[in-house]
């Protein structure tokens, strides 16, 4: 039931930007959309024309990103001009000669126009792209790597069913290109149709397994499929052609994180320094922190990264540094300031971006897992605790109807990017309209318009005109019995605070919340609700719900008992 809200103090925390880490990559996710490092490779000329093609999309996908990237190297897109129309031939005379010149003439233009939209292509001008190539495509049909570049740009766009299309065109056209399957293998998996995208790649590897791409390619779709032990060989298939291929190895890394090998897996993670769009800017004025050297007396740097999610998460690692060294100056976004402050043992505090003190040593606060060396065992010791509180001086006074025994937070919407993490606000239907619970949204985007748009006012207090940063999103937080989010930052911020916290989260898991298991090692107050199928919330919702209601009702009876 909906209930009056009043607040006391600052305004409120807004989790606008925290509604999802890697891009999110989060897609980040991000985990965030992260962009890979771009690939390259040697560009190839038709015969008898300039003509160039983008090929296979050497998918650089991560956890947080799922950009396809065009390159030209020729052994997966060969040119186009040998499939152009050719002129009449049998004539003569002056018809004929005029017929030769006209064929000479739409060739012409239909590879100007090919050019123009390969141009537009590669300045990331995907709509022009996509215009031109469909317009050089309604000339002549049979160019199978321009149908291969229109899929790659549709894809890029994220029409998808377009894409399959093209690509499927381009495969009837030439079916021995390799780097075509291995396209349509990328486009599948974003689709999450999972058996056909193994397929298509699989053909791509039979064609050529030479091409790491193509393997590495395979691997996703095992990531994607939560089956780490298979994506592994194919990431390690790859790496054997290219020890120094950076996406294999990011992802390498992360599925040894999402099997619990944290050896391997912190090591692997340092990778993310080579990724195009997260490098960790030089600082050269003082030697980097290798978790052996002696701290005592120093002033050691610990630099922001990534998404709020991913600071949230990696605070917990700040007091074991702070034991250890004179002081430790951590840096983080504006956003993210009010609580970092309440992290035992941070001795200053410096928005990222402004000018740095004065320090002795530095390190990533990401890196610090892996230069501590810590383990399962380690990190179960260290997340037994709440390591973050509302700022000092914030309280929230809600007034929830008569009759309330139950507080709930609602965080039903996430990022887009790499994958819709939203669930439907109207699939809480059936704990929504449970009595003796009072609901409040911490959503703060434009999804807020859901509450309205389903008529559920008397239901939901929109908190959202009360929210500005993180630290008053600590302290709304900190007043509920339990929030209920999906697969984003307050999810960590609730485990991070220690308020019991339930999260839905999508069939193709983000590392830290592994696999098979209701329960996190990161936050001891969390349970996990799975998508059993892809873009399916029914089983997830169904066992939230019952869950929910026996929760309720002890509630309900303790309350009576008293």
Sequence with gaps: MQSDVRVIAHGFASIRKHAGHKGIRMAKSATTAKKRQAKKGTKSSATKKTVKAVPADESAVSQKSQEAQSNTDTRDASPSGDTQSKPATGTTGTNGGAENAAAIQRRRVINDLFQRGLAAHQAGQIDDAIRLYSAALRQNPQQPDVWNNLGVA??????????????????????????????????????????????????????????????????????????????????????????????????????????GNYADGWAGYETRRK????????????????????LRGKRILLRAEQGFGDMIQFARFVPLVAKKAGHVILECRKELMPIMRTVAGVGTLIEKGRPLPEFDVHVPLLSLPHVMGIG?????????????????????????????????????????????????????????????????????????????????????????????DFGDSAALMQAMDLVITIDSSPAHLAGALGVPVWMLQLFTTDWRWMVDRADSPWYPTMRIYRQQDPNDWTAPVKKLTGDFLTLLQARQRNEAAN
């Excluded at 309330?404 to 993490?421: F, H």
């Design 376 to 468: 399962a065992a380690e990190l179960q010791k260290i997340s037994a605790d709440p390591y973050l509180s509302p700022p000092p001086g914030k309280q929230v006074r809600l007034a929830p109807t008569p009759g309330t025994v139950l507080k709930v937070g609602l965080i039903w919407a996430g990022k887009l990017n790499p994958r819709d993490r939203s669930c439907p606000l109207d699939m809480l239907l059936p704990i929504l309209s449970a009595k003796g619970a009072a609901f409040y949204s911490f959503q703060i985007d434009d999804r807020r318009g859901d509450i309205e748009k389903i008529g559920l006012q008397a239901f939901v207090t929109d908190l959202g005109d009360h929210i500005h």
């Design 154 to 259: 549709l894809r890029r766009s994220k029409k998808f069913e377009a894409a399959l299309l093209a690509y499927r065109r381009a495969g009837e056209l030439r079916p021995d290109n390799a780097g075509l399957w291995s396209n349509m293998g990328n486009c599948l998996r974003e689709m999450m149709r999972f058996d056909e995208a193994i397929v298509a790649h699989k053909k791509a590897i039979e064609l050529d397994d030479s091409i790491k791409s193509h393997t590495f390619n395979a691997g996703l779709v095992y990531r994607d499929l939560n089956r780490f032990e298979q994506a592994l060989e194919y990431f390690d298939r790859a790496l054997a052609i290219d020890p120094d291929y950076v996406d294999a190895n990011w992802d390498k890394a992360l599925a040894h994180l999402a099997l």
């Design 275 to 294: 990724l195009a769009d997260n490098p960790i800017r030089p600082l050269d004025t003082a030697p980097e922190w290798d978790g052996k050297s002696d």
